[in-house]
């Protein structure tokens, strides 16, 4: 059944099927008795399923409205609304209505995942009525597991240059395997008050890491290389998406939550099927490779020339891969803004035409491969603003091993970037006036009177660092920094992502000087109890985390990100 006649029976229009259900405040798909179908379809075209949905590929039964309920059911054209119970009568009091703008967030939110890898998407709506578009492979064990409610997010955004699809020919390496050609590693704050969207150039030199693989039903370990694009990360020697996350984490420190792949069709059927998105062009390009001609200001493009456009780099900038990353970043901002000032996501119809463009080139991690986690993810974005959303590129310079300049290594910047994103700090301004005041009371934490080493007594556990860590921290303490009154106390019962040391108020002193020995921020402090040491003495407890790097190490988290080059998404940008 094609896209029009899917969910329509006795002449219902689809857009009428999808109704706002008053208790969960979310569009649903309600179907008449005369055409039982489910809203979720069924089996998904080619996934290979890891750990997902342990109900994938069975038909859920129709949605049954429960007795007593009057949630409306489908209209047919021109039918007239059903009417609201009179006040005073019995019966369900009319749902209040959510604000348009908090809707068109919510839905935008939806959407960005999907959108960040040019233009794979639409929102999490979709899901109910397009599921069997999805394909799922396994994410091998190289995520964190999914991603949370209560945590900071971290997708990983890859764009393929595989050309499958009408037309995709034609593009260069028509036998492209599929490589990591575009990616982005997207990270959404805790509190969801901005994100950073950190683009990885394709010709950076890594060490791409050994990757266990489930491939036709069977595991098998494709061997690691030293040295070598990242791009082969994804493709080369039969690799998949996980290996890609796993040279990121080797890369970046930062472990993703999930994967989301998409292909050249993404950007063609999308920004068709958002009537395309507005760009800016510093100057005339007529580009013979990516057969892009257009003229310098605001230009209008979608399909063909959308894709040619982010296929772009000879022709601005210095004409390599950075410059076309640039280029990226702009026309996925450009289409971020269209999404969310375009009546399409508040309109149930448009979003069916959305929706089916997105998820037909849309490849996920056997983690999200369920409607509700999905849905969740949708919800969690939709939280945030796109003008706090900012683009940024992994530092870099050119490789000075080669004579001709083809890649590129790392600038020394980059790992305080990668730091950054680690730590949760946002590299927008929205923050700024709280991320100041948090460093102020971390600052007075660290301020008064300190006492001597000696007069330190501290339990030292691991919670989380590598082993025998504990046992170096204390040597070190006791040997070189005279905190001589410093003990092993084994492992803690539970992990931790950050080092802490907790004491009691009279212990405040000893506090401060073990933080500034250690190099403790003023955020690792946590005031509460004093425990008693082997002799029976009140002691502070010292948790060494998974930030912990070593004795003598400072563990002070960033506050705030470097200065690297950077755009937010509500701003226009103009190619030069």
Not at 549 to 570: H, I, N, Q, S, W
């Amino acid at each position: 059944m094609d896209a029009q006649g899917r969910g329509r029976a006795d002449n219902i229009d689809p857009a009428d099927q999808w109704v706002l259900n008053p208790d969960t405040g979310e569009y649903e798909l309600r179907l008449t008795p005369s055409a039982p179908q489910s809203a979720v379809p069924g089996p998904r075209r080619g996934a290979s399923r890891g750990k997902g949905d342990a109900t994938a590929g069975k038909r859920s039964a129709p949605p049954r409205q429960a007795p007593g309920r009057d949630v409306p059911g489908p209209r047919r054209r021109g039918a007239p609304a059903p009417e609201e119970p009179a006040a005073g009568r019995r019966g369900r009091r009319p749902a209040k209505k959510k604000p348009k703008a908090k809707k068109v967030l919510l839905w935008t939110g939806g959407a960005m995942a999907f959108v960040l890898v040019a233009g794979a998407g639409g929102a999490y709506l979709y899901i109910k009525h397009l599921n069997d578009n999805i394909t799922a492979v396994s994410d091998d064990g190289a995520s964190t597991g999914g991603f949370q409610k209560d945590k900071a997010i971290n997708i990983l955004l890859i764009g393929t240059d595989k050309r499958t699809g009408a037309g995709n020919e034609g593009y260069g390496d028509s036998g492209s395997v599929g490589h990591a050609d575009t990616t982005i590693l997207l990270h959404v704050s805790k509190d969801r008050s901005n994100a950073t969207a950190l683009s990885i150039p394709r010709d950076l030199i890594v060490d791409v890491p050994d990757c266990p693989t489930e491939q036709d039903g069977t595991t098998k370990v494709i061997p690691g290389d030293s040295g070598v694009r990242f791009n082969t990360s994804l493709g080369q020697d039969d690799r998949t998406p996980s290996c890609t996350m796993r040279t990121v984490t080797e890369l970046t420190g930062v472990k993703p939550d999930n994967f989301m792949v998409a292909d050249f069709n993404a950007v063609k059927t999308l920004t068709t099927a958002v009537d395309g998105v507005e760009v800016c062009l510093g100057k005339d390009i007529d580009d013979a490779d990516s057969h892009l001609k257009l003229k310098k200001g605001m230009q209008h493009i979608s399909g063909e020339n959308a894709l040619a456009f982010v296929r772009t780099r000879h022709s601005v900038g210095f004409g390599g891969d950075l410059s076309r990353i640039a280029l990226q970043q702009q026309f996925l901002s450009a289409l971020m803004r269209k999404l969310k000032s375009n009546d399409t996501l508040t309109d149930p119809t448009k979003m069916i035409k959305l929706a089916e463009a997105g998820t037909k080139a849309l490849t996920v991690d056997s983690q999200l491969d369920s409607i509700s986690k999905l849905k969740d993810l949708g919800l969690e974005l939709g939280k945030l603003n796109v003008k706090n959303l900012t683009f940024t590129t992994v530092p870099v310079i050119d490789n000075p091993a080669e004579k001709v300049k083809v890649t590129v290594v790392l600038k020394a910047t980059a790992p305080a970037v990668f730091s950054a994103i680690k730590n949760d700090v946002s590299f927008t301004e929205v923050e700024k006036k709280k991320k100041q005041q948090k460093k102020d009371a971390d600052a007075a934490k660290l301020k008064g009177t300190k006492a001597d080493a000696s007069e330190v007594r501290v339990r030292i556990l691991n919670g989380g660092a590598e082993p025998g860590s504990a046992q170096e921290t204390l040597q070190w303490l006791q040997n070189d920094e005279g905190v001589l009154k410093s003990e092993n106390a084994g492992n803690a019962p539970d992990n931790l992502a950050r080092t802490t040391l907790e004491y009691a108020p009279d212990q405040a002193d000893q506090a401060r000087r073990l933080a500034d020995i250690m190099g403790l921020s003023g955020s690792a402090l946590k005031p509460g109890e004093s425990v008693r040491n082997s002799q029976g003495l009140p002691a502070m407890t010292l948790t060494l985390g998974k930030d912990f790097e070593g004795a003598g190490v400072p563990l002070t988290a960033p506050t705030t990100a470097p200065d690297v080059d950077k755009t937010t998404a509500d701003k226009v940008e103009c190619a030069k």
